[in-house]
């Protein structure tokens, strides 16, 4: 809850204190835990006034969020996947993902870290981890008002990347440098949905990272595919991943999207499908402006570069713009260049990644794929 909805502030709280939320009339409504120096200042983990918010009730939601995975299908033990899902999970502020046997846990609240220890202890012998990176983010830090961290947990340290299975390729992810806890898994499912439209096509895989769309792309039956991005480290895991695989018909280029898609458009080069999947321009409400006028150039000259029958797949991870929002955008690319996109299919994230009704902003992902007529 944000400290304008309260009506103490409860600057002289100590972070990590247990309070219970009251309303003007005394009666019970929740029970969380705040932190002072937090915009996000109390954040609810109950509510029933039965619930103690201890060490037992973090293990055991732990235990219920895995539990929850097995739901979607078996365990793969050299796959990866998401295991807690912060507000999706009901353990707001703890985000955990599993690549093979070892684990990338990132805290991004400061007040639920005070169960720190026990919190991670249970994880590490739960889960039989090998090795678990656990990381504070430079950004979380600065809102929750403590210093960014990373460090090995429980003593194991890894001085290479871990390998692990996806979509039927041996991937890799470093846990001391990846985003934030390693890959993305929201969108793996993505990649091999996409991937089913793409045989005998020639590909560009804008914003790829470190190559998911575009590797899966090539390793079934696409002609060629180019992925760009901007971050020169990811392109050197996508190489690495496409060497590891045995993939002959990627390459990688670096570059900015918005000007490489550009000079395509102006050099009238056209590929037979175009996958967008840039990083989050709307991290609050006073950006979903900006960010809807800059999904709307990038997909413009994604269709520009789109014979009629090609296949546009282009996503977006902004938790602010809505879906409705988003084809809306689509809607108006297609009029403005007097274009028909017919949606084949309109996804979101992997099960793993699962949406809390009470928690919008966890509906977060978009994976709208079409054709461009």
Partial sequence: MHAHALAEDGRDLDLGQVVDLMDHDGNWLARGVINPTSRLRVRLYAFDATIELDQPLWQARIDAAVERRRLSGDHEPDGAERLVFSESD??????????ADCL???FTSAALMRWKDSILEHLKHSLDARAM???VDAKTAKYEGIE????????????????????GLNLAVDLRVGQKTGGYLDQRLNHLAVARYLADRRV?????????????????????????????????????????????????????????????????????????????FAGSRHQID?????????????????????ILATCSCSGRVSRADFLNMLADVGRRRHRDLIVLENRGPAPDHPVAISCPESNYL???IAQVV
């Fill in 90 to 99: 009901l353990l707001s502020g703890l985000i955990v993902d599993r690549y």
């Fill in 104 to 106: 990338g846990v990132q």
């Fill in 133 to 135: 990176m656990v990381r």
């Fill in 148 to 167: 960014p961290t990373d460090f090995w947990h429980g003593g194991a340290e890894l001085d290479a990347p871990v390998l692990y299975q996806e979509n």
């Fill in 204 to 280: 560009l895989d804008v914003c790829c990272y470190a190559g998911g769309f575009g590797l899966v792309a090539a390793a079934r039956g696409a002609t060629s595919v180019l992925g760009i991005d901007s971050s020169e480290s990811a392109l050197a895991a996508a190489r690495e991943a496409a060497d590891r695989n045995e993939i002959n018909s990627i390459e990688f280029r670096r570059g900015d999207c918005f000007d490489e898609l550009k000079s395509m458009v102006q050099l009238g080069e056209k590929f037979d499908a175009v996958i967008l999947d840039p990083p989050r």
């Fill in 290 to 310: 900006s960010a809807m006028r800059a999904y709307g150039r990038l997909n413009s000259a994604a269709v520009d570069l789109l014979p009629p029958g090609g």
């Fill in 366 to 368: 978009k994976c709208v």
